[in-house]
């Protein structure tokens, strides 16, 4: 991808910064997907406030997957699973990991 296709941003949950380079087109789909993730864990941490922060970070992982089974199921996963490969990879190389 050409520099000027990517786009530079920082996603921020639980107090972690994470610098990405994404296509951008997909900046819409980081932002919400940002805040979902950051809205789960606010749920959950109010919901079950006795429990740990990777209890409650997974728990909202684990919802989030839910939610995007049931769409997977629903419909052609093809797009979605494309989309996922490329935030995985983001992911990795954010994290510094591949």
């Known amino acids: ?5 990517n786009l530079k941003i ?3 949950i ?3 910064r994470i610098p990405m380079e994404i296509p951008r087109s997909d900046e819409e ?3 919400k997907a940002q805040a979902m993730v950051v809205d789960y864990i606010e749920r959950y941490q109010k919901r079950y406030n ?3 922060y990777e ?3 997974i728990l909202a992982a684990f919802q989030l997957a839910s939610i995007l089974s049931r ?3 629903a419909g052609d996963p093809a797009p979605v699973a494309d989309k996922l490969k490329q935030l995985e ?3 990795d190389k954010a994290l510094g990991q591949k």
Not at 1 to 5: F, L
Request: no cysteine.
């Open 1 to 5: 991808m050409s520099e000027d296709k």
């Open 10 to 12: 920082h996603v921020q």
């Open 14 to 16: 639980g107090g972690f």
């Open 29 to 31: 789909i980081y932002r």
């Open 50 to 52: 006795q429990r740990s």
């Open 55 to 57: 209890e409650i970070v």
């Open 71 to 73: 769409h997977l199921l």
């Open 89 to 91: 990879l983001e992911i």
